[in-house]
């Protein structure tokens, strides 16, 4: 289901970390971060209610499809996104996702290197495994296990487009509601179970990194609960 497109006050009240650099916001899911090219909601023509004194609105550093939940990084000036820039093109930005997905590795911990390249010229954002594509590597590990479903902790240590939904799902245990690499339907729940978890920057040499974490958003609680999430430990970034 699409999300409407939020208000002053509801996109204000998603921001988790500000300061004269950077804005972190927990994206809803279910919208796009850009207008597509039929129109419709998208988070940018939110962002005018983000300003917060600056004269321009903050700019998108990186970013999320449009079904992932969770932390997203704005650049509040010009310089600043060109350093969050630098530092998402260099990795020096780490990023923690959780997911649910079917079945799930029997290790309690491992690494998926797959590279990967475009699926065809129609479909421009999708991935595909392809031994000539793009190194492409994630670490993952086993947070819980239930009714069939594992939730992972994936930690992408390349950035390339869709990698945790395709190293998934190359893996045998496609991420729940996926409707691109997994068996989520095309329309209707459930949706896809990815959530950007935490995210740290560091952007200030003199000061420590900083460290984001999104709460888990409510169509995750049920399938994460059957992993053995305890949701009153939400605020926990260790739970």
């Given at each position: 289901?699409?999300?409407?497109?939020?208000?002053?006050?509801q996109i204000q009240a998603r921001v988790l970390?500000?300061?004269?650099?950077?804005?972190?916001?927990?994206?809803?899911?279910?919208?796009?971060?850009?207008?597509?090219?039929?129109?419709?909601?998208?988070?940018?023509?939110?962002?005018?209610?983000?300003?917060?004194?600056?004269?321009?609105?903050?700019?998108?550093?990186?970013?999320?499809?449009?079904?992932?939940?969770?932390?997203?990084?704005?650049?509040?000036?010009?310089?600043?996104?060109?350093?969050?820039?630098?530092?998402?093109?260099?990795?020096?930005?780490?990023?923690?996702?959780?997911?649910?997905?079917?079945?799930?590795?029997?290790?309690?911990?491992?690494?998926?290197?797959?590279?990967?390249?475009?699926?065809?010229?129609?479909?421009?954002?999708?991935?595909?495994?392809?031994?000539?594509?793009?190194?492409?590597?994630?670490?993952?590990?086993?947070?819980?296990?239930?009714?069939?479903?594992?939730?992972?902790?994936?930690?992408?240590?390349?950035?390339?487009?869709?990698?945790?939904?395709?190293?998934?799902?190359?893996?045998?245990?496609?991420?729940?509601?996926?409707?691109?690499?997994?068996?989520?339907?095309?329309?209707?729940?459930?949706?896809?179970?990815?959530?950007?978890?935490?995210?740290?920057?560091?952007?200030?040499?003199?000061k420590p990194p900083v460290c984001v974490t999104?709460?888990?958003?409510?169509?995750l609680h049920e399938r994460m609960l059957a992993?053995?999430?305890?949701?009153?430990?939400?605020?926990?970034?260790?739970?």
């Amino acid at each position: 289901m699409d999300t409407p497109q939020p208000t002053p006050e509801q996109i204000q009240a998603r921001v988790l970390h500000r300061d004269g650099l950077m804005l972190v916001i927990d994206k809803p899911a279910g919208i796009p971060v850009h207008r597509g090219p039929k129109g419709g909601a998208n988070l940018e023509a939110s962002f005018d209610a983000l300003r917060f004194g600056l004269p321009r609105p903050p700019v998108l550093a990186h970013r999320l499809d449009r079904d992932t939940s969770g932390c997203l990084v704005l650049g509040r000036h010009r310089k600043a996104t060109a350093s969050l820039g630098l530092l998402f093109k260099h990795s020096k930005i780490s990023k923690t996702y959780w997911a649910v997905v079917e079945d799930g590795p029997v290790e309690a911990e491992g690494e998926i290197n797959i590279p990967l390249g475009r699926l065809n010229e129609e479909r421009g954002w999708w991935q595909k495994p392809d031994p000539d594509g793009l190194p492409s590597q994630t670490t993952w590990k086993v947070m819980g296990r239930g009714n069939g479903l594992t939730w992972l902790a994936l930690e992408p240590i390349t950035g390339r487009t869709h990698q945790l939904r395709v190293h998934c799902a190359a893996m045998g245990w496609p991420i729940v509601g996926d409707n691109i690499y997994g068996n989520g339907p095309r329309f209707g729940e459930p949706s896809l179970h990815l959530h950007a978890r935490e995210i740290v920057v560091p952007l200030s040499k003199n000061k420590p990194p900083v460290c984001v974490t999104a709460p888990v958003p409510d169509h995750l609680h049920e399938r994460m609960l059957a992993c053995g999430w305890n949701a009153n430990e939400a605020l926990d970034p260790s739970a």
